[in-house]
């Protein structure tokens, strides 16, 4: 009984000194400083995504915009020929 009562204590003091060692040796700036770099890493990448994505939509609304400017254009000179016909 002797025995298994020092091998328990000893086993507790080795348990104890593992995990007082383990987190002893855990870099709490160093894991800040990756999670900080890793949050500025998505949000420039989703800004970026964000901004390719209203530029393609400028380039659309510009593009029906001309269509409809060029529509208006020759309809006005249709207009204007079928006048100087009659």
């Known amino acids: 009984m002797i025995q298994n009562s020092t091998i328990t204590v000893v086993e507790t003091t080795a348990?104890?000194?593992?995990?007082?060692?383990?987190?002893?040796?855990?870099?709490?700036?160093?894991?800040?400083?990756?999670?900080?770099?890793?949050?500025?890493?998505?949000s420039i990448g989703i800004i970026f995504m964000l901004g390719m994505q209203m530029k393609a939509r400028s380039e659309i609304i510009e593009e029906a915009a001309r269509r409809r400017t060029k529509k208006l254009i020759r309809n006005l000179r249709d207009h204007t020929n079928t006048k100087e016909i009659l």
């Open 15 to 42: 348990t104890t000194i593992s995990t007082a060692v383990a987190t002893a040796g855990y870099d709490n700036t160093g894991a800040m400083i990756y999670i900080i770099i890793v949050l500025l890493w998505y």
